[in-house]
């Protein structure tokens, strides 16, 4: 199975958790512990294992701020 890795802009992420529901191996969650500099609780990978590199999360996501790596 493709393997995947997300980078996401955290102080640009608004918690918006639209890439939360759209991912199918819940590799995203929104960290209510941190706050980034737009005083939201941003989005973050807590499984980056689990990514298969769909880019679902990245579309979604309003304000562009995930990038998706696919490895082959």
């Known amino acids: ?3 995947g890795r997300v980078e ?3 102080d640009r992420c ?3 958790g639209l890439c939360v529901n759209v991912c199918p191996k ?3 969650e929104i960290n ?9 609780s941003p ?6 294992e689990d990514c298969i590199g769909c880019a679902n999360c990245a ?3 309003p304000d562009s701020i995930i ?3 696919r490895e082959v």
């Open 1 to 3: 199975m493709a393997k």
């Open 8 to 10: 996401l802009d955290i």
């Open 14 to 16: 608004k918690g918006c």
């Open 26 to 28: 819940n590799v995203l």
């Open 32 to 40: 209510l512990d941190q706050i980034n500099a737009k005083g939201y």
């Open 43 to 48: 989005a973050n990978a807590k499984r980056m």
């Open 59 to 61: 579309i979604s996501c």
């Open 67 to 69: 990038t998706v790596y």
